[in-house]
T-cell receptor, first 114, second 115 residues
Framework: DTEVTQTPKHLVMGMTNKKSLKCEQHMGHRAMYWYKQKAKKPPELMFV???????INESVPSRFSPECPNSSLLNLHLHALQPEDSALYLCASSQVGQAVGGYTFGSGTRLTVV | AQSVTQLGSHVSVSEGALVLLRCNYSSSVPPYLFWYVQYPNQGLQLLLK??????LVKGINGFEAEFKKSETSFHLTKPSAHMSDAAEYFC?????????????FGPGTRLSVLP
């Protein structure tokens, strides 16, 4: 299995809602990532998990809360988002400590905040 | 710190013509280099990667790239463009043994293929 699966594919939420994005991989990767991508821009790193522990938080606002319940799952909990948070949210995974394999990306969740 | 530049935010070619997408990098250590493709409303798919084996790297969908240390370049080519190649292409660099913060994307090049 060489895929990273993200659900849902599309999400529309109000600014007072609470929602979660889910990411799952079964490649044995122990590093998982959340990226945010705005239109016509490269992905921007948000969070990095290594061995299920948060290792990098790129100064992301607290309205985004990541969680890694086990080595295969990565969640991103959303609360009180702003319209400017509308973007494509990408999950990725890789081997830990070795960039040689590159990252495997999911198809993303298209988030619209209204 | 590493960085990536991609010359040309938008490249248009005719179907059947040569595709050349440019990538130059800056890295204080020998890098790993990657090309990713992104189709509309999709995630990123790895096209090919350079990890210090052969300098000419072949990838999927007929693409290849050549690592030139003297020019700090890793340009992506395909001999004959197909309509299905229309997408956004990102070059990325990572220093060896690291990940996360040290995996840097270029700004991207949008490839259009004209009939």
């Amino acid at each position: 299995d060489t895929e990273v699966t993200q659900t849902p594919k599309h999400l529309v939420m109000g600014m007072t809602n609470k929602k979660s994005l889910k990411c799952e991989q079964h490649m044995g990767h122990r590093a998982m990532y959340w990226y945010k991508q705005k239109a016509k821009k490269p992905p921007e790193l948000m969070f990095v998990y290594s061995y299920e522990k948060l290792s990098i938080n790129e100064s992301v606002p607290s309205r985004f809360s990541p969680e890694c319940p086990n080595s295969s799952l990565l969640n991103l909990h959303l609360h009180a988002l702003q319209p400017e948070d509308s973007a494509l949210y990408l999950c990725a995974s890789s081997q830990v400590g070795q960039a040689v394999g590159g990252y495997t990306f999911g198809s993303g969740t298209r988030l619209t905040v209204v | 710190a590493q960085s990536v530049t991609q010359l040309g935010s938008h490249v248009s070619v005719s179907e059947g013509a040569l595709v050349l997408l440019r990538c130059n990098y800056s890295s204080s250590v020998p890098p790993y280099l990657f090309w990713y493709v992104q189709y509309p409303n999709q995630g990123l798919q790895l096209l090919l990667k350079y990890t210090s084996a052969a300098t000419l790297v072949k990838g999927i969908n007929g693409f290849e790239a050549e690592f030139k240390k003297s020019e700090t370049s890793f340009h992506l080519t395909k001999p004959s463009a197909h309509m299905s190649d229309a997408a956004e292409y990102f070059c990325a660099v990572s220093d060896r043994g690291n990940y996360g913060q040290n995996f840097v994307f270029g700004p991207g090049t949008r490839l259009s293929v004209l009939p």
